[in-house]
Every structure is written in structure tokens, then in C-alpha cells.
């Protein structure tokens, strides 16, 4: 065999939304791209802001010198201060750029902060339903992954958690807004999750790191201001990315974030900019980098995302679908009408329409559906998602 048994079996065993993408594929093929209606995934079809495209058009026209050289792990100084600078406006908590470094999208950011802090066997805690990826994230480094309940509201169960942190638990990675089911945590929420940290921390005489994946921070709904879970915790890391806020995914640009307060920031620092470079990623993209820097302040149209939110969360309550109103990111995640989500994702395929089963999140009985998509898409699967639901109910 060419592969090592492990990722043999890894890849025997496949994602949902990775199945869902051939599976989808193959109905585009026999259907033809417009007569399927494909809400499996997260890859924002919204265009990349205005401001976007002039950035990039300044560069090409006004090249700087040496500007697709190597440069320091950490990423350019400019992009580093920029970031720190926008994030103490938003915290209120003083950044420099000291405690900034730049990665290959969030993915590249939580790979980098797994490798700095774990240990073989160490525990990281994460809460269903979760963004699958983490699994293989916590693998890649050797630690094991523990997965901890969340209420009707998709709100972590604290008094679940509180019994479950022990000695070889490292640290906790939350996700809000959450994909896949769009809820913010709230302030209370992450106070109770940081006081309960530092009394276990006391407990075990550990470091408890509450890491903190947050790319869909900027796209939030109501007018809600973002609670920072950083804010509640002193040993926390920010990893995020502007593949959502700036709808450039592809480019694979981001950034981890050390809390100021975090005890033994620099060797934490330092660790952190030794794994971007033997993780292979050596640096976050240096053209990337120079865009971002100067868009700190600038988000894809938030307004646009929450009136998608409102037309299909409308018409799906609407039809009988139950689910939590998502108040973040571009998800929706209702109980599937059979208690089988596979058997019902594949009964609007039959309607060509593509979701995904909450199985996939940690979460069966669910679906995932993921509305970053036009507004033909969107309107054009209500059809399925109704004549699904009324099949299914014996309708
Ligand atoms: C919750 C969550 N975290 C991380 C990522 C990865 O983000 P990036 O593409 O910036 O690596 C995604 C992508 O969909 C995500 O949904």
C-alpha cells in the first residue's frame, strides 16, 4: 500500500460534507449545475469586498521591492501591528504585534497552536456539534479529542464539562458563531466557561488554554455585538481567518492571536512561530498579508448574509422545520423531520436538493444547510425542502 495505514483508515472513514460534494457532483452532472440546489457547503459564493480588489490592484500596479521574498515566520511587521491594532480597538485589550502571528487560513492557525501546546495523550475538549475537522486537527499532534454535550440551544452543558476536566486536559476549543449551527455564546455564558477553567486550573495545577476558532466572528446578526471569549480567560488563543469575513478562502490568510495576559506569552509565542515554520507553512502568504493589513476594519456585507438567514429560517419554520434561530455565521441546523438525518439528506436528493447530515457534526438527527449561496440556489430548494418534509410526514 502507498499510504500509511492510518490515513488509509482516515480516508475510509471520510467527511460528510466531503461525501456530500461527490455525491452533489455526480447530480450536476445528470441534472445539469442549475436544476441542483447545493447548500452543503461553506465556501461563501458573496464576492470579496471592493476594497478587496483595489488593494490588489495597488499592489500589482506599484509593485514593492523584494515583496515576494521569504520573510520573518511571524509574517510582516505591518500586517502583525495592523491586526493588533483592530483587535485592541475591539477587545479593549492592548495587543502589540508581538503577539500576533500570521497562518495559512484558520485551519493553518489551530494546526499551529495544537503542535505548540500538546503533549502526547493530552486532552482537548470540544463541543458537539462540532466542525469535524477538529478530530484530525487534534490527531495531527497527538492529542486526544473528548467531546462534551451542548443544551437545546446548542449552548455547552458547563455542569457536564466541569466533571470531565482532569489532570490531562489541555485545553478547550469553542467555535462562535458556530458552524454548524450559527449560535453566538453569550457573555454570560463564556464567564461561567473562564471562571470554571481557572478553578480546575487550581484544581490539577495545570494550564487550561481556552482556544477560541473564531472566522465567523464579523458575521453576526440583530445588531449583537461580538462576545469575545478571550475576555473571560487569561491563558486564550484566538484562531481565526478571513476566509469568511473577506470571502477569501482560497488564499489562506489568518491569524493566531495570544492574549496578553496569557503567562509565558513569549515562549508561547516563540513555539507558536517555530510550528508555522515546520509545519511547513513557513509563512502566511506574503501578497495576502500586505491586502489584509489595510482591510482590518473591512467586512463582506453582513446585511446581505442575515436577509438570507431571514428568508430561509422564515420559510423552513414555515414548512415545520424546528430549529434554533442562528444569530452568526451562514448555517442553519434544524432537526431532521426523520429521526434518520442520512435517510432524510437522501430524500432531498431526491429533490436535488444538498445538505448535511448532522451525523457529520457529532449531531445526528440534524442537518446542516449551509446558505452562503445566491439567491437562485436558495429559493430554488424550498421546493425540495417541502415536498421532503411532506413525504416524509406522509403528506
Ligand atoms: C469553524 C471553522 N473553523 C475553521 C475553518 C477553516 O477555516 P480556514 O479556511 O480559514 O482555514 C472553517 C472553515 O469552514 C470553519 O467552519
Redesign the pocket.
Known sequence: MSISDKVQKSMAQGSWIRRMFEEGASLKRQYGEENVFDLSL??PEMEPPAEFREELKRLVEKPLPGMHRYMANAGYPETRAAVAEQLSLETGIKFTMNDVVMT???????NVVLKTVLNKGDEVIIFAPF?P?YINYVDNHGGVTRIMPTDEQFMPKLDILETNIGAKTRAVLI?SP??PTGVVYSEGLLRQLGQLLREKEVQYGTQLFLIS?E??RRIIYDGLKYPFPLLHHPQSII??????DLAL?GE???YIAVNPECSQREELVNGLIYCNRTLGYVNASALMQRIVSRLQAVTVSVAEYQRKRDFLYGHLSEMGYSMVKPQG?FYLFPKTPLEDDVAFVRELQQWQVLAVPGSGFGSPGHMRISYCVNDRTLGGSLEGFRKAAEKVKGG
Open positions: 461553506g465556501n495559512c487560513g484558520a485551519a493553518g492557525a489551530m466542525f475537522e467555535n458556530n458552524n476558532d472566522p465567523y484562531a481565526t481567518s478571513h476566509s469568511k478562502p489562506r490568510i489568518g455565521a
